[in-house]
């Protein structure tokens, strides 16, 4: 059975830092891009970030570029999203998903991605 289990979300000023993971399991998700999206309370979900399966390339939405990093352990079936800088409007229910077919370089419309986590809490306060 495939499962992606997300950990590390929490409740945290404004200006600080949370690493998120993602644990996977049930498949070698060593071959598949992976990404990590949000939802914010009366919002559609949206595209945080995404990794190739290689973990050589990545992409950041603009609203998170350069304050989020993502990363990947494949010897590990992991993946991470270390927040940094972070506002208020980052607080949202986070989402790590993997692509439906392997050794891509990763998309950002979650219509690509068939499998989900059921989500971390992240919020920031002032």
């Known amino acids: 059975q495939v499962q992606l289990v997300e950990s590390g979300g929490g409740l945290v000023q404004a200006g600080g830092s949370l690493r998120l993971s993602c644990a996977a399991s049930?498949?070698?998700?060593?071959?598949?891009?992976m990404g990590w999206f949000r939802q914010a309370p009366g919002k559609e979900r949206e595209f945080v970030a995404v990794?190739?399966?290689?973990?050589?390339?990545?992409y950041c939405a603009d609203s998170v570029k350069d304050r989020f990093t993502i990363s990947r352990d494949n010897s590990k079936n992991m993946m991470y999203l270390q927040m940094d800088s972070l506002k208020l409007e980052d607080t949202a229910v986070y989402y790590c998903?993997?692509?439906?077919?392997?050794?891509?370089?990763?998309?950002?419309?979650?219509?690509?991605?068939?499998?989900w986590g059921q989500g971390t809490q992240v919020t920031v306060s002032s």
């Open positions: 998903a993997a692509e439906a077919r392997p050794y891509g370089l990763g998309k950002a419309s979650e219509s690509y991605y068939d499998y």
């Open positions: 049930g498949r070698t998700f060593s071959s598949y891009p």
């Open positions: 990794i190739s399966w290689s973990g050589g390339i990545t």
